[in-house]
C-alpha cells in the first residue's frame, strides 16, 4: 500500500455528514514556538495532535478518544482549538472534518481517525474579544473539549475566516521545534522513538489492515508511565498511551506495564 492510496477520500476513510454542530478542543502549547502548535518538545509525552501537517486528529496519539467518537456518531464536523498562555485560553484555529476512518484500536472501541477537508489557524484570539453567545461559550470553564452548537459554530467560523491565514506559520514552527529535538536528543519524537516528523506516508502503519484483529483493548493511561508491548515484550515510558510501539513498531499492542520497578 503506498501512502497516496490512504488519503482521504480514499478507503478506509469514509465521509463525515455534517450537521452543523462542533467541538471546542483544548491542546497544550509548546512554550519554546512562537506560534502556538501543540507541544512537540513535552518530555516524556512529545504530541502529535492536532496534527497540522496531515490535517488530522486521532489519527497518529490517543488524545480524546470521546470527542472523536461523538463528533463522528452526530455529525459534529467543526473542532475549534483553543490553548492557554499568560493565563488566557486563546481561539488558534479549526478543522472542518470531511472523512473518518477506524483507528488501530478499532471502530469497535470507538477509536476513529478524523480527518479534515479544511483547516484554517490565525493570530491567536481572545475568547474576550468575541461577541455572544460565542464569546459566553469560550470563557465557561471547560476541561479539554466541550460540544458547541450550529449558532456558535458559525459565529466562530466567520470569525476566524475573516482573518490572515496563519496556518503556513504554523507549520513551520512544527518543522522547527522537530529540529530543535532532533538536534538535541537525535529525534524530531524521543518518547515515540521516531527520528522524523509527520506525514502520510506514516498513515499505512496507523491505520488497520488487520492490525485491528491482534490490537489489546487498553486504557488511555498508565498508573507507572510505562507500558508493555504485547508483540516485542519491551517496556517502554511515556505518558499517554501510544498507538505504535517505539520499539518494535507494531500498532496496538501496548497497555500499562504494572510492575513494580
Ligand atoms: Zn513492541
Not at 486521532?58 to 475549534?80: D, H, Q, Y
Not at 508511565?225 to 513498531?249: E, H, Q, S, T, Y
Amino acid at each position: 500500500m503506498t501512502a497516496s492510496d490512504v488519503r482521504p477520500p480514499n478507503p478506509p476513510w469514509t465521509s463525515l455528514t455534517d450537521n452543523g454542530g462542533g467541538y471546542l478542543s483544548v491542546y497544550l502549547n509548546d512554550p519554546l514556538a512562537r506560534w502556538p502548535v501543540r507541544e512537540v518538545t513535552k518530555p516524556a509525552d512529545n504530541k502529535s495532535d492536532p496534527n497540522i501537517e496531515t490535517s488530522t486528529y486521532g489519527l497518529f496519539s490517543t488524545c480524546e478518544p470521546s470527542m472523536r467518537k461523538a463528533i463522528v456518531s452526530n455529525g459534529a464536523a467543526t473542532i475549534f482549538f483553543m490553548t492557554s498562555r499568560h493565563r488566557v485560553r486563546w481561539l488558534t484555529g479549526y478543522y472542518h472534518i470531511g472523512w473518518s476512518a477506524p483507528g488501530v484500536r478499532g471502530a469497535s472501541r470507538g477509536d476513529y481517525a478524523l480527518a479534515a477537508d479544511a483547516i484554517k489557524f490565525v493570530d491567536p484570539i481572545d475568547p474576550k474579544t468575541l461577541a455572544k453567545p460565542a464569546r459566553a461559550a469560550l470563557l465557561v470553564r471547560f476541561r479539554t473539549q466541550k460540544p458547541i452548537g450550529p449558532d456558535i459554530v458559525q459565529q466562530l467560523r466567520s470569525e476566524i475566516d475573516g482573518k490572515t491565514d496563519r496556518t503556513e506559520d504554523y507549520l513551520a514552527e512544527v518543522k522547527r521545534l522537530e529540529q530543535f529535538s532532533l538536534e538535541h536528543s537525535g529525534f524530531a519524537y524521543p518518547s515515540w522513538g521516531r527520528a522524523d516528523g509527520f506525514s502520510w506516508d506514516d498513515a499505512p502503519t496507523y491505520l488497520p489492515s488487520g492490525a485491528e484483529a491482534g490490537a489489546v483493548d487498553a486504557p488511555n493511561s498508565s498508573p507507572t508511565g510505562r507500558w508493555r508491548c504485547a508483540r516485542c515484550d519491551r517496556v517502554v515510558a511515556n505518558k499517554a498511551l501510544l498507538k505504535r510501539c517505539p520499539a518494535c513498531g507494531d500498532t496496538g499492542t501496548l497497555s500499562p506495564d504494572l510492575d513494580a520497578d
